[in-house]
């Protein structure tokens, strides 16, 4: 698509602006200029300690927020604009032992201090991992006012028998129905319905698209849910995959209320 407290004090302190040279090289570097430098902190921090954390962003609004991009007339012609981060060091199992609460609310606080003009963003944590949220952002206006995220909709889909990427496909047109922007998903590394395993089973590749209704049967998993968070839901049909999965949801503007949605992007730990 493209290419944004004592303890939490204390855990700053100790960390200065420079990843450890002695880190493998990745493409990474303690300075990241990008739309999302939080997207890109949480894909490392996955790398790194095998623990989930994701990541969602809110569709900006304020033209402060946002540039042309290169055909402006197009549904796509805003983007988020470049925002920039020194993250903090010591974001390894050498130098942190534990990746906590109190670890990822003092980076993504570092964050919101370096980009106060921006949108911000909160650290909170589940049964399921760390989660990387919405905190405030500017409303067309140029007003601060709550951020919210798709993933924050409350959805039902029915209970039915499919495959893991048609679950994950309803689930998005539940949120999608629920009125704030559409939502997509992808899972570009992985192949959603091979991940899942259902029963114990790899279906073939392009199983949903290529085999009949009774096909799918064995590759296919009785799923729903009625009256919860897309993000609740999201997680109730991942404990179901036999590989962990983590997920970014990352947002396009548009000048048109029409042309903005967002893409769930799913991936393996």
Not at 18 to 30: A, C, E, F, G, K
Not at 196 to 217: D, I, M, T, V
């Amino acid at each position: 698509m493209r290419r944004a407290l004592p303890q939490a004090a204390l855990i700053l302190t100790a960390l200065s602006p420079l990843w450890p040279q002695d880190q493998p090289s990745t493409r990474y570097s303690n300075v990241i200029d990008s739309p999302s430098p939080l997207h890109e902190v949480a894909q490392l921090l996955n790398q790194r300690y095998h623990k989930t954390v994701t990541y969602e962003e809110p569709i900006l609004v304020w033209r402060g927020d946002l540039v042309p991009g290169r055909f402006p007339e197009a549904s796509m012609g805003l983007w988020q604009k470049d925002r920039h981060f020194v993250v903090p060091t010591g974001l390894d199992p050498q130098h942190t032992a534990v990746l906590d609460l109190g670890v990822l609310r003092a980076v993504v606080e570092s964050y919101n201090s370096q980009n106060s003009d921006g949108p911000l963003y909160k650290a909170t944590e589940s049964q399921f991992g760390l989660h990387i949220l919405p905190l405030h952002m500017r409303d067309a206006n140029g007003e601060i006012v709550e951020a919210t995220s798709l993933l924050d909709a409350q959805v039902t889909v029915a209970s039915a028998l499919r495959m893991p990427s048609e679950q994950l496909q309803a689930l998005c047109d539940a949120v999608t129905a629920a009125g704030n922007g559409a939502l997509q998903f992808t899972y570009a590394r992985i192949r959603l319905d091979i991940a899942f395993a259902p029963n114990g089973l790899l279906p073939p590749r392009g199983a949903a698209q290529l085999l009949s209704a009774k096909e799918k049967e064995p590759f296919s998993i009785v799923w729903g849910v009625s009256g919860v968070t897309a993000r609740e839901a999201l997680v109730n049909l991942i404990r179901l995959s036999q590989t962990k999965l983590t997920w970014y949801l990352l947002c396009q503007p548009g000048a048109r209320p029409q042309d903005r949605f967002c893409v769930l992007n799913l991936d393996d730990m």
